[in-house]
């Protein structure tokens, strides 16, 4: 099974290559594409709210550039405040070093919103269209064929139990001066799991703070369970879902919500549903 990576190093044009989806290869793909994400709060005027974001490719029919999308939580756009948020990518300096580099991007223009949204209002998911700097930098982005629809869900049997994967900033912290995200493993902690239109969300055993909120969600294995056999068909690697919130429970006695430890995830058909409203 191959798909397309999209990889601009240091160019003025993308170049899709073709690679067979390794799991190596594809979490580092979604390292290079995850950034933090951050601006004013709307909540107080004092505080900056702090997000994550991956960015994904759309090709343009008919031409080997692609459209570069920014994915996260609805509620850390509709979180910040006025009409731009800085994003945090990388510039790459030498063949081992990267160093941040704050771009800004336009999140609205004149208190209007440049981002969409499901068209379920209860669906925590946000897509932009944004532009990207092409001097000096490495972006290895996923296209979306790297989504994983219902219908994959359930062909490959993802069940309760089964470990995922999740990048983010907890707290606003990157893994290094670099400003890449830090990886946290997790186990399938709810069930049903689809089909989407009915479950909304799924549950991850993962602990969760301000900042991871818009993380990327995947699987990253080389084992496949079969119905008619226990076979190994190869490696499957793709984005399951949208890190949204943590599940919390009001305290009877103080009426103070407490956290579970477990976060919410909002699936990938999810995504694919909004990025179909792009025309």
Not at 121 to 150: G, H, Q, R, V
Request: proline residues 6%; hydrophobic residues 40%.
């Amino acid at each position: 099974m191959s798909k397309s990576i999209i990889k601009i190093i240091a160019t003025i044009f993308i170049v899709f290559l073709t690679v067979e989806a390794r799991s190596q290869n594809f979490t580092i793909a979604l390292f290079n594409s995850t950034y933090k994400i951050m601006g004013p709060s709307k909540n107080d005027s004092n505080s900056t709210t702090a997000g994550t974001s991956f960015v994904i490719g759309i090709p343009i029919p008919n031409t080997n550039t692609s459209r570069f999308v920014l994915i996260t939580a609805r509620h850390v756009l509709d979180d910040i405040d006025g009409d731009v948020a800085r994003l945090d990518i990388r510039r790459k300096i030498n063949d081992e070093k990267f160093e941040i580099a704050p771009w800004i991007i336009p999140i609205r223009k004149n208190g209007k919103n440049l981002y969409i949204t499901h068209p379920s209002d209860s669906i925590d998911i946000a897509a932009l269209k944004i532009t990207l700097p092409k001097d000096n930098y490495y972006i290895e982005l996923l296209t979306t064929d790297f989504l994983m629809t219902d219908s994959l869900f359930k062909e490959i049997e993802i069940s309760p139990g089964d470990e995922l994967m999740c990048l983010g900033f907890p707290e606003g912290v990157s893994a290094n001066d670099e400003g890449f995200p830090i990886l946290r493993t997790g186990a399938v902690s709810s069930y049903p799991l689809f089909p989407s239109k009915y479950i909304k969300k799924f549950y991850y055993d993962v602990e969760v703070f301000p900042g991871n909120s818009g993380g990327p969600v995947y699987m990253s294995t080389n084992i496949h369970r079969n119905k008619e056999a226990n076979i190994n068909l190869g490696s499957f690697n793709y984005i399951v879902g949208v890190f949204s919130s943590q599940v919390t429970v009001e305290k009877r006695s103080n009426g103070i919500s407490s956290p579970l430890k477990i976060g919410v995830v909002i699936p990938s058909q999810f995504i694919i549903e909004t990025l179909n409203q792009f025309k």
